[in-house]
């Protein structure tokens, strides 16, 4: 899977002469192109050096010390962001269409009140047994998505790529999430859960290592320039 991103679509509206503030669609874009950054440096760091000479330490952020799982993760992950990627590009017109005011709605007889609907707890456990099984395709993931808010996307490519709070992407991310319908708390609660699986190792160095993502910076491509 080729992990290169593809220059700013022109279909984006950029953003407003004299101002730094990006489009909905162009800052969301320009979020996957650094989440598809880190997923990259992330598989490319942990298939060369594996998980360093702390492996627990590193392993708490994916709530496994499994390297074929944590791949196996990323790769999901970076279909995401594809998929995500994708599905932005081609709605980038309606996303940045300015909001039309709701019209009024004609009063109704009233209705029996509805039961709270209760959503399920994220796990990894299942989720895991079945990637395991079988990486989906890009059609599969592609469907996954076209289906879901943009926001939850979003949070699942956070799960994938072990993203936590200390991460310096969660200021971003996180204001993304809750403006796209995504479950933030959820997502909160499922990252709280993977660390409460890997406990601190006893014998914890003095000095604790950086984490993985300390070595990873991210450099946006060059804007295209057109042909010669």
Same mark, same amino acid.
């Given at each position: 899977?080729?992990?290169?991103?593809?220059?700013?679509?022109?279909?984006?509206?950029?953003?407003?002469?004299?101002?730094?503030?990006?489009?909905?669609?162009?800052?969301?874009?320009?979020?996957?192109?650094?989440?598809?950054?880190?997923?990259?440096?992330?598989?490319?760091?942990?298939?060369?050096?594996?998980?360093?000479?702390?492996?627990?330490?590193?392993?708490?952020?994916?709530?496994?010390?499994?390297?074929?799982?944590? @791949?196996?993760?990323? /790769?999901?992950?970076?279909?995401? *962001? !594809? #998929?995500?990627?994708?599905?932005? &590009? %081609?709605? +980038?017109?309606?996303?940045?269409?300015? @909001?039309?005011?709701? /019209?009024?709605?004609?009063?109704? *007889? !009233? #209705?029996?009140?509805?039961?709270? &609907? %209760?959503? +399920?707890?994220?796990?990894?456990?299942?989720?895991?047994?079945?990637?395991?099984?079988?990486?989906?395709?890009?059609?599969?993931?592609?469907?996954?998505? %076209?289906?879901?808010?943009?926001?939850?996307?979003?949070?699942?490519?956070?799960?994938?790529?072990?993203?936590?709070?200390?991460?310096?992407?969660?200021?971003?991310?996180?204001?993304?999430?809750?403006?796209?319908?995504?479950?933030?708390?959820?997502?909160?609660?499922?990252?709280?859960?993977?660390?409460?699986?890997?406990?601190?190792?006893?014998?914890?160095?003095?000095?604790?290592?950086?984490?993985?993502?300390?070595?990873?910076?991210?450099?946006?491509?060059?804007?295209?320039?057109?042909?010669?």
């Amino acid at each position: 899977m080729s992990a290169a991103v593809s220059a700013p679509d022109p279909t984006t509206q950029p953003a407003p002469a004299g101002t730094d503030k990006p489009s909905r669609a162009g800052g969301l874009l320009d979020l996957v192109r650094k989440l598809v950054s880190y997923g990259t440096f992330l598989a490319a760091t942990l298939t060369q050096h594996g998980r360093g000479n702390h492996p627990a330490i590193q392993g708490r952020l994916f709530g496994t010390t499994n390297v074929t799982l944590i @791949l196996a993760r990323i /790769a999901r992950g970076l279909l995401r *962001a !594809a #998929a995500l990627e994708a599905r932005l &590009r %081609r709605s +980038a017109a309606r996303l940045d269409a300015p @909001l039309r005011p709701l /019209a009024p709605r004609a009063p109704s *007889a !009233a #209705a029996e009140p509805r039961a709270p &609907r %209760r959503r +399920a707890r994220l796990s990894d456990t299942d989720d895991d047994a079945a990637l395991l099984a079988h990486m989906p395709t890009p059609e599969e993931i592609a469907a996954e998505v %076209r289906h879901k808010p943009i926001g939850q996307v979003i949070a699942d490519i956070v799960r994938d790529l072990g993203i936590v709070p200390a991460h310096p992407l969660w200021q971003e991310l996180t204001p993304a999430i809750l403006c796209e319908s995504g479950r933030h708390a959820a997502l909160v609660i499922n990252l709280m859960d993977r660390l409460d699986r890997m406990p601190i190792p006893e014998h914890w160095p003095d000095q604790r290592p950086p984490y993985v993502w300390a070595a990873w910076s991210y450099s946006p491509e060059p804007a295209a320039t057109g042909p010669p």
